[in-house]
């Protein structure tokens, strides 16, 4: 079976706004990344310089914490994971495992400056969509926080 980047892109939250053309030329810049169920994605206080869309397969989230680690989240086919990090290359502020064996794609700093170089626009509309993700995810957090600053 052959793995089509622009299929996996397609349909998803982040590049709604793309035509498949422009999913195919996105992918140009991507890099596929496998990992084993059990694997450490990334560890918190990593070096953090990539986003990853997860392909297939599951992820999980953990926060470390005075009483040890804590499970924020799983995440399943299409999700986009470690997007402040592209951002800001600050260090990683959770650690993410594969539950199952995961196929990846990331973009990092490098492909993210290379498409910036060869398609600017298609950079910019990148960068756009991905304050919107981020801006509709921080959104989210506070509610949730008000809800338990309120228990």
């Known amino acids: 079976m052959t793995f089509n980047v622009a299929d996996v892109l397609d349909g998803l939250e982040l590049f709604q706004e793309f035509s498949y053309p422009e999913l195919k030329l996105i992918g140009r810049f991507l890099t596929k990344v496998e990992k084993k169920q059990g694997a450490v994605v990334f560890a918190e206080g990593d070096p953090g310089d990539y986003i990853l869309i997860l392909a297939e397969g599951r992820l999980s989230i953990f ?17 986009i994971v470690g997007e402040m990090a592209l951002l800001d290359r600050e260090r990683r502020s959770a650690t993410c495992m594969a539950d199952t064996d ?43 926080l008000v809800e338990y600053l309120s228990v």
């Open 63 to 79: 926060k470390g914490g005075e009483h040890g680690s804590h499970l924020l989240c799983h995440e399943g086919r299409g999700r």
């Open 102 to 144: 995961c196929t990846m794609l990331t973009l990092n700093d490098v492909g993210l400056r290379q498409m910036a170089d060869e398609a600017p626009l298609l950079a910019y509309r990148f960068m756009f969509n991905l304050a919107k993700l981020l801006s509709r995810r921080l959104r989210r957090t506070s509610g949730m």
